[in-house]
Each structure stands twice: as C-alpha cells, then as structure tokens.
C-alpha cells in the first residue's frame, strides 16, 4: 500500500515540476498550471503503462503483440474513448491485464482451426465501435464537432484495422513456410484487439451510466 501511494506521489510530483517549469517560462499561466498537471499526470501514466506492456512483451516473448497492442490501444482509443479506472496505478494494472488476456485469446485462437470466428470477431469488435464511439467522460466533455469527428475517425480506424489484417493474413497464406508465417497471428491478434476495444468501450459507457445515476 505504501509502496503504491509513493509512487503515485511521485507522478504527481514529476507532474508538478513540469506544470510548474512550463508556467517559470511562460507556457501557461499560473491559472492553467493545476490543468496542466493533471494532463501530464495522465502522460506520464500512460508511458509506465506502455512501457510495461512492451518489457511484459520482452520477457514472455511477445514483443510484437505488445507493439501493436499499444499502437491499438493508444491511437484508436483516443477517438472511441472506454474504460478507465480511478487510479493511475489501477489504469497500469487494467492496462498489462488486457494485454495479457489478448494474448491469452489469441492462443486459444491458435487451437481453432477454422478462420470464420476470428473474421465474426473483428466484425463484432467494428460494429460495436461504430454504434457507441465516442464515449465522453464526464471529465472530459466533447463538444458536438469533436463528436462527430471522433465518430468518423474511428469508423476509419476500424476499417483501416480490418483491411491491415486482411493483407497481413494473405501475406502469411502465401509464404506461411518461411520464417514470416506469424503474419497471420499478428492478424489474428488485431481483430482480437478490435474486439476488446469494442467491449471496453461498452464496459466505460455502463461505468458512466453508473456515474451519473
């Protein structure tokens, strides 16, 4: 317990140093300087979090599930929004969580022998992100543009995630005797990916639901 609270003190701490640097050189002002901690708080949160996927990746061996994880996870979750939980320390550990149980699906994949469930699954991950994205914290309001450009964004993203890992398990198909044959696991594992984004996404909307009841 002891050992969480100091390190939680100590990314608020860094990110007061830099809140307080920026306003030292006129970035911000005074006024702006609380924002501006809680926003490099949430950065610097993010980068623990991403580092510690990618050195999860290293040591089980999955390094490049980790990569796309995080490029997944960070790019396309910034315009669909989702799940996020109420401490940074609790976001790390939901954060390697989710990474492990992708990599956890993606090997009960491995025993399936048919591809139609992996293409229902990316389907199903799309579908549920073009109905309900983006989620707006109540934190973080969006206004009715950003709504609506969130919203095609992340149609785009999904169907740019779908046609990567099409090409990407033809590629596979066609040299699936070399050494590059894991180009159809790292297709597979994107549309696992669509999936979990798209079912954190609904589990951040009944968290908000919650909120405001």
Known sequence: MYKV???????HSVALIIADFFVSKDVITEEEEEVC????ELIISGIISIALVLIIGLITGNIWYSVVYNMMMVVIRIYTGGYHADTHIRCNVCYCMTFLISIALLRVKMHIKTELAIWIIALAGYLIIVLNAPLEHHNKKLTMKQKEDYMVISAMLGIASILISFVLNIMGIAIRNGKYSFLCDISSYINIMLLIIGLLLLLGIRKEERFHE
């Open 37 to 40: 901690a809680y926003g490099m």
């Open 5 to 11: 609270k100091g390190i939680m003190y100590m990314i």
